[in-house]
């Protein structure tokens, strides 16, 4: 931090002060280094510029049109300050203030009154993404949801990258075992169904991977994409694959095909740690790259030549994300690029998929469990829990359906449901039945306005922050942790605080004991109600004293821009021979699965008639939440339907005309443009978008409001192993408007 002293500019007598601090942008996954100035007069503070932080080791000053943003969050009239609830007189809602005792006081009762009214499951959860980039989510959410005791856990997760959990919870034996491509010393990068140029990468923290790609082609390697549209990563790329959507399973297995049909296994270190190469041979069988070509529309000479590239590339790696996980067959997709990567030797090698060594260690420090899969099922459609969390696919109709075990209450925080899961209409009709409703929000958004009451923590530059998710996830080691950049607003409480209130109210009102008991069946409750008293920083603190840690507390104070802790190093090997494991390359359930993709992509192969919908993003997109800022909205409306131009010249539209988009649940219009970057018979909407609801309060947004993907997108059409979200390749039809 440095400080200057200037002349008073706004009006006032007191003088301004100038100062720097070094902090980060939480927004999205690259988790980019910033340098904010920040003007003080009297008590009043202003952040007056964002930049990129040249220092920071990892984001090395890159950032996106996104962190300037922070500014415009910070300073959001919109922006809740103060707990509010929802009061309807003669038909009409508003939001009353209401102070911090009232509204914990109020959540906590109507709470405790539906679990002893209907018992704990008719209470269900769901946490957005926002909560795995806010560390007081990850350290102090987990006691006061545990309390409720209840099966009706949701996340972004099954929306999302549930099955890259399933999978190296299956192969590596823990959910959080994630290899993360080695990009800055790799010399082969095969991407499915990601597109870091947009999104800035994901499970794999990679800020400035415009530069990383860059260098990758200068040191000789090769990129190859494999989307239905040429992505901005794609365009990069030496090669790309316009693949039919949905059909990567098919692709992947025609690649393992290959590698056992030319004899390309070489698993290098992995010899001898890998059981039942020979039953995934067997299961391989029937996909070759020759009868795939017609399902995926790549060609069976590309697909061989890309499995021996990969085999023989000293450096190579898969790697595949939203696209593929969230489709019909997202874990086998994940399950077979792991299978690919394992029989060519790429992973925890260095320039594959190496895991990282994170200063803070979330598998270590218990916060997150190795993972546990179908132990129990969903009520209506018996769908299969993963850690505790059911498919939010499934959320809607556990409201919507009578009986037993129905919910009746939910709480959410940082999220948007009815905008960021499938049938989104459905759950908005679904809110409106509750009983009672509680977000964790600091905005009235297509689902907080269902709410009766809203807890608004404070916003990024209010809080401090230790990444403990993405630098789990990054492409080098690094240890940051960053001041709040300005004071929080007087009163206002983190979300931290938030949960360790309403876990010491909810245990006192529900068994009358304070964090302090020690008596018998509540001693473990009590301990951890006493550990969320402790702020994320003192656990960091804590956690940093183990032994073996990385870095010192002084030293990341000493260091706000990061600790550079060196690229990736192989150790998962080593780590499985310590617990004496092997990797199972054929879990069960993948087992009983494949039968069913020879069905779908062998036997009674289904040439689609209607068009074939799938998602995007653009770089100054994030999610649902940040249209509410002039700076992300302005500029040609970015919630357009792609199309090819055959496929807009068999329907007669015109480019900007707007369209009909009509699926099995529902209806939207949007404008059409047209572009041969679409593989044809397949069209393209963001998602996020939506925001012409009534009862919300983003009102740059409502100005901006486009249509939302997901009502068009179908609850119904999962992942046929985790009931993840099967976004991609929604059946649609598409005419004029
Ligand atoms: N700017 C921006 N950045 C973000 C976000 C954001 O909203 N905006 N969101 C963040 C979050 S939460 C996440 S999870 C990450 C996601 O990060 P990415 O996975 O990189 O995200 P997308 O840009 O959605 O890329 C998915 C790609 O899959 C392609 N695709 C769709 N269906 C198929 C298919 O069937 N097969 C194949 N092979 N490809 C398919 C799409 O065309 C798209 O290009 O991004 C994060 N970063
Ligand atoms: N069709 C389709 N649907 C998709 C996707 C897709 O590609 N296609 N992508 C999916 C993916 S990958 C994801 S991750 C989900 C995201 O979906 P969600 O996680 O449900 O929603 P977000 O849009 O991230 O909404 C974030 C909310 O958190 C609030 N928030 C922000 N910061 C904080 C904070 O620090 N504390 C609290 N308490 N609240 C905060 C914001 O105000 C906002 O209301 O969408 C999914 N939905
Ligand atoms: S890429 Fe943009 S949104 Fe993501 S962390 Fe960096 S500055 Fe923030
Ligand atoms: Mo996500």
């Known amino acids: 931090m440095s400080h200057t002293a200037s002349p008073a500019a706004h009006g006032s007598t007191l003088p301004v002060t100038t100062r720097t601090v070094q902090g980060a942008c939480n927004l999205c996954e690259a988790i980019c280094g910033l340098t904010f100035t920040v003007e003080t007069q009297g008590t009043h503070e202003r952040i007056v510029s964002i ?144 597109n870091p140029m947009a999104s800035n990468g994901s499970l794999m923290t990679v800020p400035d991977v415009r530069a990383r790609f860059k260098a990758l082609k200068e040191r000789g390697g090769q990129l190859v994409v494999v989307d239905p549209r040429r992505t901005e990563t794609a365009a990069l790329a030496q090669e790309h694959l316009a693949i039919e959507p949905g059909t990567d399973a098919a692709w992947l297995l025609a690649l393992l095909h290959t590698l056992f049909d030319e004899q390309l296994l070489r698993p290098r270190r992995w010899e001898g740690l890998l059981q039942h190469i020979e039953v995934v041979q067997q299961a391989v069988q029937p996909f070759s790259p020759e009868a795939m070509a017609g399902v995926t529309g790549i060609d069976a000479a590309t697909t061989r030549r890309l499995a021996r590239t990969l085999a023989t590339s000293e450096a190579g790696v898969v790697y595949g994300r939203m696209g593929v996980s969230t489709q019909a067959h997202g874990v086998v997709c994940q399950w077979a690029i792991q299978v690919l990567n394992l029989l060519c030797g790429q992973v925890d090698h260095e320039g594959g998929a190496l895991l990282t060594s994170p200063a803070v260690n979330l598998i270590q420090m218990g916060l997150m469990g190795k993972g546990h899969f179908d132990v129990w099922r969903s009520r209506v459609r018996g769908a299969p829990e993963f850690n505790g969390e059911l498919p939010v696919a499934v959320m809607a109709e556990e409201m919507l359906t009578p009986g037993q075990g129905q919910v009746r209450a939910l709480i959410t925080s940082c999220g948007n449901p009815v905008l960021s899961t499938p049938n989104g ?40 922050h230790y990444d403990l998710v993405f630098l789990h996830l990054a492409v080098r080691n690094v240890a940051r942790y960053s001041e709040p950049v300005v004071a929080p607003a007087e009163g206002s409480l983190h979300d931290w605080q938030i949960y360790s209130e309403l876990a010491r ?89 494949l039968p069913r993709l020879v069905q779908a992509f062998v036997t009674e192969v289904a040439r689609p008639n209607a068009l074939r919908l799938i998602g995007r993003r653009d770089v100054r997109s994030n999610n649902s939440w940040m249209h509410n800022t002039e700076r992300l909205v302005s500029g040609k409306p970015r919630c357009t339907l792609y199309m090819h131009p055959v496929d807009a010249q068999a329907r007669q539209l015109s480019e900007g005309q707007v369209v009909r988009i009509a699926s099995r649940v529902g209806e939207v219009q949007a404008p059409v443009h047209i572009t041969p970057d679409m593989r044809p018979g397949v069209v393209s909407l963001p998602h996020g978008w939506g925001h012409g609801r009534q009862g919300t309060q983003l009102r740059v947004a409502q100005a901006h409001a486009g249509v939302s993907i997901n009502d068009l997108t179908d609850d119904q059409l999962t992942d046929g192993i985790s009931g993840n979200a099967a976004f991609s390749a929604t059946p649609v039809e598409v005419q004029a408007a």
Not at 85 to 96: A, E, P
């Open 51 to 194: 930049k990129g932080n040249e220092a920071d080791p990892l984001s090395r000053g890159h950032i996106c049109p996104k962190a300037v943003a922070l500014k415009d969050l910070h300073e959001d009239p919109d922006r809740l300050r103060q707990p509010v609830r929802r009061v309807v007189t003669n038909g009409q809602t508003t939001w009353q203030p209401i102070g911090w005792d009232q509204a914990f006081d109020l959540v906590v009762e109507q709470l405790a009154r539906v679990r002893e009214q209907h018992g704990s499951q008719a209470v269900a959860v769901y946490q957005g993404n926002p909560s795995v980039h806010n560390w007081g989510n990850i350290t102090h959410a987990q006691t006061f949801f545990g309390q409720l005791k209840t099966r009706h856990r949701y996340s972004a997760t099954s929306v999302d990258q549930l099955p890259h959990h399933l999978v190296s919870h299956w192969l590596y034996g823990h959910q959080m075992r994630i290899p993360v491509p080695d990009i800055d010393r790799t010399q082969f990068m095969l991407i499915l169904g990601g």
């Open 505 to 593: 109210r909810y245990a006192r009102r529900l068994w009358g004991v304070e964090s302090k008991s020690t008596l018998g069946r509540l001693k473990g409750m009590a301990m951890r109600a006493a550990l969320t008293r402790l702020s994320p920083k003192r656990l960091l603190q804590l956690g940093l004293g183990r032994k073996g840690a990385r870095v010192t507390w002084d030293e990341l104070k000493q260091h706000p821009e990061g600790v550079d802790l060196g690229p990736l190093e192989p150790q998962l090997i080593d780590a499985l021979k310590k617990q004496n494991r092997r990797v199972n390359l054929m879990p069960d359930r993948i087992a009983q699965e």
């Open 425 to 464: 209409q459905q759950l908005d009709r679904a809110l409106e039945g509750l009983d009672f409703m509680v977000a964790i929000d600091f905005f009235i958004n297509e689902t907080t306005r269902h709410a009766d009451v809203i807890l608004p923590p404070t916003c990024f530059v209010e809080h401090d």
